[in-house]
């Protein structure tokens, strides 16, 4: 099974700040790469699918690359509404198919 | 729009049948997921079905234990939960599986239904 590391876990930013967060696969799954967004008590946000494709509705603060194993989600200019739990996924070998185990991001 | 339903409180070795009414798209063309959060953890991945329920996959975790289904007449997603335990506690989401992309993402997605094992 593929293996999925996000880093941080935890992150702890200010509105207007530029953070961004990394995804590592433990093999190469292409471009096949998801990043949602997860507030408590909500359901889960696709916010980014295909590694770097945009998902309709979401900001354009939000982008994000890379491909084969490594891959990075940024935010460029944080507003208050983005603080929440970030979450990549593979969905290129599967079953399973594999989060990350989250970054969460705080309020600084 | 998806919908769950169905969590509550079940004693260990008990079962649970949850449900997911989808509403807003066509539920007979998509495939479909089942994900949880254990308290103070991540999203786990639990169950896939296919759009006509041809194919079911499940996470080691729930294999032999939860099987899934798709009632396409009712729009409606299910997850029969058996031989329960105490690290089964989690909200349950349902979630719908982009084909139209090609890279597969969970694109809609419940608000999710507490399911709390405990004597």
């Known amino acids: 099974d593929i293996q999925m590391t996000q880093s941080p876990p935890s992150l702890s930013a200010s509105v207007g700040d530029r953070v961004t967060i990394t995804c590592r696969a433990s093999?190469?799954?292409?471009?096949?790469l998801n990043w949602y967004q997860h507030k408590p008590g909500k359901a889960p946000d696709l916010l980014i699918y295909?590694?770097?494709r945009l998902q309709s509705g979401v900001p354009s603060r939000f982008s994000a690359s890379g491909s084969g194993t490594d891959f990075t989600l940024t935010i460029s200019s944080l507003q208050p509404e983005d603080f929440a739990t970030y979450y990549c996924?593979?969905?290129?070998?599967?079953?399973?198919?594999?989060f990350g185990r989250g970054t969460k991001l705080e309020i600084k | 729009q998806l919908v769950e339903s169905g969590g509550g409180v079940v004693q260990p070795g008990g079962s649970l049948r949850l449900a997911c009414t989808a509403s807003g798209f066509t539920f007979s063309n998509y495939a479909m997921h089942w994900v949880r959060q254990a308290p103070g953890k991540g999203l786990e991945w639990v169950a896939f079905?296919?759009?006509?329920?041809?194919?079911?996959f499940y996470a080691d975790s729930v294999k032999g234990r939860f099987t899934i289904s798709k009632d396409n007449s009712k729009n409606t997603l299910y997850l029969q939960m058996n031989s329960l335990r105490a690290e089964d506690t989690a909200v349950y989401y349902c979630?719908?599986?982009?084909?139209?992309?090609?890279?597969?993402?969970?694109?809609?997605w419940g608000q999710g239904t507490l399911v709390t094992v405990s004597s």
């Open positions: 093999q190469s799954i292409s471009t096949f």
């Open positions: 295909g590694a770097f």
């Open positions: 979630a719908r599986h982009d084909y139209l992309t090609g890279i597969y993402p969970f694109d809609l």
């Open positions: 079905i296919r759009y006509d329920e041809s194919n079911k």
């Open positions: 996924q593979q969905s290129y070998n599967t079953p399973p198919f594999t």
